[in-house]
């Protein structure tokens, strides 16, 4: 059987087809194609690629290449096609390149080094071939003009700090078979409308969407097991969050200063929850059974209610600012009413006045002083 390369006319991918054969079914996206057509647009694309590679040969001295590896770019071009020979864009090659605005990589590229274009403030179009399996941390991080991304398929890890401060960015696709996101990965991108996270993401670094200030919803796929630290603080458009069964801990301020945020369904199976401090739009919490630590809620101005698990035994703080937290369900409210301000300098207090017990309310038997509902001492 002959087999030669074309590309599926649907999605674009590279396959090898029977050239003997009308039609053909693309193995990616199973979709039919008729094989005259996808073997055209192979050898078109390609035919341009070659005559890219020979324009860049041209001015060869403005590259430097070892083994495969670009180490080094001295040109000034606003368009640059990565020569034919690379394999890897090394560390630093383009770091704070303010004039480059285009950069055509061939799909023998496999690798993009740390570093490689951090800083190339004009940089408008980047298209990632489907050879690419490693970008390098802060590899785009500061990319002003970045406005749209699609990454490649074979990515499986996006690392720390890869595309954060990229403010214009707007979209970004992220491959489906993605399994990490990495600490300030999109961390300042204040123009990123949305983000769907695939699937497979198992871990989701500390600030790595924090700052996102047009995101209004995410969901969480099942397998993440931690919130980290600022994950989500200062998405101000954020209103809708969906939590995986798998979650474990929503840690220090990770959905801080969200004022969207109206409400957030926390799922069974939590032991410890933070991070929504300065929520302004919370109106009422509800923290399930199993939860035995919780940390700052200070700042959640319009807080009404609350409701806390037996399971939890004491706070130290954390909803100082929470004017209207009046309504307070938990069991252990009794030793702990001093640490939610509001409640003990309203109900606390009018309790107080009326001669009644502050910890329920109850009336106190005449000589011993004892609360007739829940037998505690009146200690004022």
């Known amino acids: 059987m002959p087999l ?166 707007t979209s970004v696709e992220l491959p489906d078979l993605l399994t990490e996101i990495g600490a300030f990965a999109f961390s300042g991108c204040k123009s990123l409308k949305a983000i769907d996270i695939p699937k497979y993401v198992t871990q989701i670094g500390k600030y790595a969407f924090s700052g996102c200030e047009q995101i209004e919803r995410v969901i969480i796929p099942e397998g993440v097991s931690l ?49 929504l401090r300065g929520c302004t739009g919370l109106r009422a919490l509800d923290i399930p059974a199993g939860v035995t630590a919780i940390g700052d809620f200070s700042g959640c101005v319009n807080l009404e209610s609350i409701r806390l698990p037996a399971s939890l035994k004491k706070v130290s703080g954390g909803f100082t600012d929470c004017p209207k937290l009046t309504t307070i369900s938990w069991a252990n409210l009794a030793d702990n009413a001093v640490n939610f301000p509001a409640y003990y300098e309203t109900v606390v207090a009018s309790r107080k006045a009326a001669g009644k017990c502050i910890y329920c309310g109850g009336d106190f038997k005449l000589l011993s002083k004892v609360c007739k509902v829940c037998g505690k001492k009146k200690d004022y």
Do not use: M
């Open 4 to 169: 030669v390369n074309a590309i599926c006319t649907s999605c674009n991918k590279t396959v090898e087809v029977d050239s003997t054969k009308d039609a053909w079914v693309c193995p990616h996206c199973s979709t039919p194609f008729v094989v005259d057509k996808a073997i055209k647009k192979y050898r078109s694309q390609h035919r341009d690629v070659a005559k890219k590679v020979k324009a860049v040969k041209k001015n060869s001295n403005d590259f430097e290449v070892n083994e495969g590896v670009l180490t080094a770019y001295k040109g000034s071009s606003e368009e640059v096609t990565i020569p034919g020979n690379v394999h890897k864009i090394g560390d630093n090659v383009f770091e704070n390149n303010t004039t480059l605005k285009k950069v055509i990589i061939h799909d023998k590229v496999e690798e993009i080094g740390g570093y490689a274009f951090r800083g190339c403030t004009a940089l408008e179009e980047i298209k990632f071939p489907d050879s690419i399996k490693t970008l390098g941390t802060w590899a785009f991080r500061g990319c002003t003009s970045l406005t749209e991304l699609v990454l490649p398929p074979q990515l499986r890890h996006i690392t720390d700090c890869l595309f954060a401060d990229c403010s214009a960015l």
């Open 227 to 275: 919130i980290e630290e600022c994950t989500f603080a200062n998405c101000s458009a954020l209103a809708a969050v969906g939590l995986p069964k798998t979650i474990k801990s929503l840690g220090a301020s990770s959905f801080q200063n969200c004022t969207a945020l109206r409400s957030i369904e926390i799922p069974g199976g939590v032991l410890s929850v933070d991070g």
